[in-house]
């Protein structure tokens, strides 16, 4: 699912940041990450929001099996996946916002468009 960026990370340890990251961009909409996360994050987030278009047990169950949080993986059904019904992809925006201060890395705000 994911491209081939290892961020640093054993596949573990990535798969999990990734998971955790996903949710809480589907949670609250908006996140401040950098940019090769971000990158990493859209097309994840855009499949669960795919798969919540399609409103059936099969799709919910493999959004639990990717999503950490059950409340998020309702949401995204019940809420979030309705406003993008009439749009074909395209659920995210990632915008750059410059260098963080401390280690110079490339910041982006990535969100629900």
């Not at 990450?33 to 919910?60: C, F, H, N, Q």
């Not at 059950?70 to 309705?82: H, L, N, T």
Request: charged letters at 30%; zero cysteines.
């Amino acid at each position: 699912m994911p491209g081939t960026r290892k961020l640093g990370k054993t596949t573990a340890q990535r798969m999990a940041m990734l998971r955790q990251q996903v949710t809480d961009l589907l949670d609250k909409g908006r996140m401040e990450t950098t940019v090769t996360r971000a990158k990493e994050i859209a097309p994840m987030a855009e499949k669960m929001i795919t798969l919540g278009k399609a409103k059936d047990l099969a799709s919910y169950r493999q959004a639990l099996a990717f999503i950490t949080r059950e409340d998020v993986a309702k949401k995204v059904f019940d809420e979030v996946a309705p406003k993008y019904a009439d749009r074909n992809g395209g659920y995210t925006r990632i915008t750059k916002l410059g260098n963080r201060r401390g280690d110079a890395a490339e910041m982006a705000v990535i969100e629900l468009v």
